[in-house]
């Protein structure tokens, strides 16, 4: 499992219960940029079969996801809001070295979506613990799990792509940026807020 050095204080899931209806239309989003940014690998990574291969299937499994997440909405008698943006991610982003070889830069985008999916597989298993509806806490839980492999995965590759290349490193300067930028979030009625 991984080892973020700064965890969600339990708090964020009250913020976040709070108002649910907030909370399923962030989330709902953040499963769709999943999809795009799996689809944005397959397009950086066409020579890779097997990794695209494996990006496909992950697209699909987070298109579900949205869908989970929209019939949530709709059984609740709301309706999807607007895509919004997230902050967390956009700091990420950032982070991403640019420049250097071809290599590097894949590394760099595998390690980014790594880090993204890492922590909302983290807060995911915060709200699966803490949440009072326990239909929510389950779907939470059983999206962590899911989260957990795609984060994995994206860390393998890193580390199959960067052949030659110090990705353990890399890896520990992510996890310690954002460790440092986390601590302005677990305000809000947000996947990542």
């Known amino acids: 499992m991984f080892k973020l050095k700064l965890p969600t204080d339990p708090r964020w899931a009250k913020i976040a219960e709070s108002n649910i209806e907030e909370v399923l239309s962030d989330h709902a989003w953040c ?17 890779h079969t097997h990794i695209i291969t494996e990006l496909i299937k992950i697209a699909k499994e987070e298109m579900e996801h949205f869908e989970q997440v929209h019939e949530l909405i709709k059984a609740n008698g709301w309706v999807l809001g607007r895509e919004r943006k997230d902050h967390y991610v956009n700091e990420l982003y950032k982070f991403m070295q640019k420049g250097g070889s071809r290599q590097s830069h894949l590394v760099e985008r595998l390690l980014f979506s790594a880090m993204i ?12 613990d803490t949440i009072e509806d326990q239909e929510m806490a389950k779907f939470y839980r059983d999206l962590m799990i899911s989260e957990a492999n ?4 994206f860390l393998g590759f890193a580390n199959e792509i960067g052949e030659g290349l110090d990705v353990k490193k890399r890896w520990e300067e992510w996890l310690a940026y954002e460790a440092e930028i986390i601590k302005s979030y677990g305000n809000s009625e947000a996947i990542h807020g």
């Open 117 to 128: 999916e890492a922590r909302s597989c983290e807060r995911f298993k915060v709200l699966s």
């Open 150 to 153: 795609h984060y994995t995965v």
């Open 31 to 47: 499963e769709q940029k999943a999809v795009t940014n799996c689809i944005t690998l397959i397009t950086m990574l066409p020579e």
